[in-house]
T-cell receptor, first 119, second 111 residues
Framework: GAVVSQHPSWVICKSGTSVKIECRSLDFQATTMFWYRQFPKQSLMLMATSNEGSKATYEQGVEKDKFLINHASLTLSTLTVTSAHPEDSSFYIC???????????????FGPGTRLTVL | QKEVEQDPGPLSVPEGAIVSLNCTYSNSAFQYFMWYRQYSRKGPELLMYTYSSGNKEDGRFTAQVDKSSKYISLFIRDSQPSDSATYLCAMFKAAGNKLTFGGGTRVLVKP
């Protein structure tokens, strides 16, 4: 149990366009999901906490109007990068806590990530 | 100073050797500790989860937690080339809290 998927796995877009990334918990429900950003050879940087049925909580320095998060159901959160620019190119990863996996309560399980390249 | 410190490596070992990884942390409020393995361009995969001080073993992996010293370790026995990856320690304070990550250690196991 505790499988998290992401779609797409890789996206290339032109500067100025918007890109939507989906994060799904496949075999469990998640009232909370987390969105991370990772640059090459660096650790994960938490961007925001996605809350089902309410507004996301953004980390300091993350523009909420640029990175729109919608957690419309207990199994789906989306991250939309609006008006993307080359500096937004990165690896975006979501995670969701679950007690149904091999870890303990609220262990976070990660999606496979989405590589965004903005030309 | 970062809340969680982890040597970035790279750590290069011959196949069959023991890989020793560790993290130190500064906030005694951290109660739950995890080790993740991340292959290049993939999401992190949970390896070990521990709560109390002491050792926890799972196959070739052993996780150690020393809360008094604020120090956690991961040991990989009989290392294989497929163990080559970045290993991230992570911890959180209470259920529902966000994870705090170490910077990750890159490990290379040479055949």
């Amino acid at each position: 149990g505790a499988v998290v998927s992401q779609h797409p796995s890789w996206v290339i877009c032109k500067s100025g366009t918007s890109v939507k990334i989906e994060c799904r918990s496949l075999d469990f429900q998640a009232t909370t999901m987390f969105w991370y950003r990772q640059f090459p050879k660096q650790s994960l940087m938490l961007m925001a906490t996605s809350n089902e049925g309410s507004k996301a909580t953004y980390e300091q320095g993350v523009e909420k109007d640029k990175f729109l998060i919608n957690h419309a159901s207990l199994t789906l959160s989306t991250l939309t990068v609006t008006s993307a620019h080359p500096e937004d190119s990165s690896f975006y990863i979501c995670s969701a806590p679950s007690a149904s996996g091999s870890g303990g309560t609220d262990t976070q399980y990660f999606g496979p990530g989405t590589r965004l390249t903005v030309l | 100073q970062k809340e969680v410190e982890q040597d970035p490596g790279p750590l290069s070992v011959p196949e069959g050797a023991i890989v020793s990884l560790n993290c130190t942390y500064s906030n005694s409020a951290f109660q739950y500790f995890m080790w993740y393995r991340q292959y290049s361009r993939k999401g992190p995969e949970l390896l070990m989860y521990t709560y109390s001080s002491g050792n926890k073993e799972d196959g070739r992996f052993t996780a150690q937690v020393d809360k008094s010293s604020k120090y956690i370790s991961l040991f990989i026995r009989d290392s294989q080339p497929s163990d080559s990856a970045t290993y991230l320690c992570a911890m959180f304070k209470a259920a529902g809290n966000k994870l705090t990550f170490g910077g990750g250690t890159r490990v290379l196991v040479k055949p």
